[in-house]
T-cell receptor, first 116, second 111 residues
């Protein structure tokens, strides 16, 4: 499978626990994005990497959230001290620099987080 | 006010019907425009990019009006398999490459 992969697909945790999600982008894609989607809403941008550099962070990304892409390949998103409001689908996407201005992003299947 | 506004629907149409979705965006710096399709509990998938001159892909036609900051998607000869949520998406020039999504418009095509 050459698409974007995410693990785990589902995560149930208790409030206050830390969770970490992983995203593996399409292999030749150097741009990687994290989005969050809640029920009835479109995805909302969280952060963006070009290679290993984190170039943009949304105001949605509170201090409890941290993302890394240490070798410019896979990325992790960690949420510390989870809250019930963190329950959402966390989507990862990737794109290839040099595809012109259209910036087509390809999404992974997402990690569904439930905080009890 | 959200940057991308869509009528959430739902749009219920019979097979074979033509249906149109509209979308407006508020940031004139927006640079790229897309329609994504999302099936229930699945990830969004790119349906088509929207070019300034308008573009067509089979039964799907997308139009962009930069002056009015308006994007449309027309689906002709609807199929049952077209039932999904259609997300209007714009990319702001001043935000790097983050995509801004509308809430989506729900389409149900019935037999």
């Amino acid at each position: 499978d050459t698409g974007v992969s995410q693990n785990p697909r589902h995560k149930i945790t208790k409030r206050g626990q830390n969770v970490t999600f992983r995203c593996d982008p399409i292999s030749e894609h150097n741009r990687l994005y994290w989005y969050r989607q809640t029920l009835g809403q479109g995805p909302e941008f969280l952060t963006y990497f070009q290679n290993e550099a984190q170039l943009e962070k949304s105001r949605l990304l509170s201090d409890r959230f941290s993302a890394e892409r240490p070798k410019g390949s896979f990325s992790t998103l960690e949420i510390q001290r989870t809250e019930q409001g963190d329950s959402a689908m966390y989507l990862c996407a990737s794109s290839l620099r040099g595809t012109g201005r259209y910036n087509e992003q390809f999404f992974g299947p997402g990690t569904r987080l439930t905080v009890l | 006010r959200k940057e991308v506004e869509q009528d959430p629907g739902p749009f219920n149409v019979p097979e074979g019907a033509t249906v149109a979705f509209n979308c407006t965006y508020s940031n004139s710096a927006s640079q790229s425009f897309f329609w994504y399709r999302q099936d229930c509990r699945k990830e969004p998938k790119l349906l088509m990019s929207v070019y300034s001159s308008g573009n067509e892909d089979g039964r799907f036609t997308a139009q962009l009006n930069r002056a009015s900051q308006y994007i449309s998607l027309l689906i002709r000869d609807s199929k049952l398999s077209d039932s999904a949520t259609y997300l209007c998406v714009v990319n702001r020039r001043d935000s790097g490459y983050a995509l801004n999504f509308g809430k989506g418009t729900s389409l149900l095509v019935t037999p």
